[in-house]
């Protein structure tokens, strides 16, 4: 899941006109380019979610504060290899990314074609590998690539609309690849990833983010060892 506001006015235009006023006006050009940049992100993230409503866990993109509780839940200032499932337009991708270690590596795998060939274009890191495909084959994925086990898999895929046996292999795989005491953690409109994980994992440890739109649930499982 995954944020904008409306264009500013350029009243650095204004002052560029002013004798040594230079420097405001390129500070103001590029504080106009966040706001444009997050718009055009939440116009994708609808149109992926009009397209595709099964595969899209929302109609915007996560806000700051919830991306935040991920860095957070999934332990990423210290993690080597991390898993993202369902990165969408690349809000969070982009947070764990400023949070994860220079030496680490991020995969993040999309079922939306057109969000991932997104991602790819978006953000140059060469920690970041983008995998368009299912979020069922981690594993492989992780081994064509010579990654390890992740030490922190984060998802954004509702688990909510997709069939029962599909969401059962993709949290049986997770369970699976994960490092011993690597992190689960979902952040989910509806609960229904609890029943699937939970079998493999054990009981989660359960938040809510009011501070998003819609409010989600956090859930976060430890793998024992």
Known sequence: MRRDQHHAPRAGVVRAELPGLGSATEDGERRDEEPRHELRERIAFLRGFLAHPDQVGSVIPSSHTLEQRLVRSARLLRARCVVELGPGTGGTTRAFLRAMPAAAHLLAIELNE???????????????????GSAEFVDRFLAERGLPAPDAVISGIPFSTMPREVADRIAAEIARVLAPGGRFVAYQVRAHVADYATPYLGPPRKEWEFLNIPPVRVFTWTRAG
């Open 114 to 132: 057109g969000f991932a060939a997104r991602l790819r274009s978006a953000i140059r890191d060469p920690r970041l590998t983008v995998v368009n």
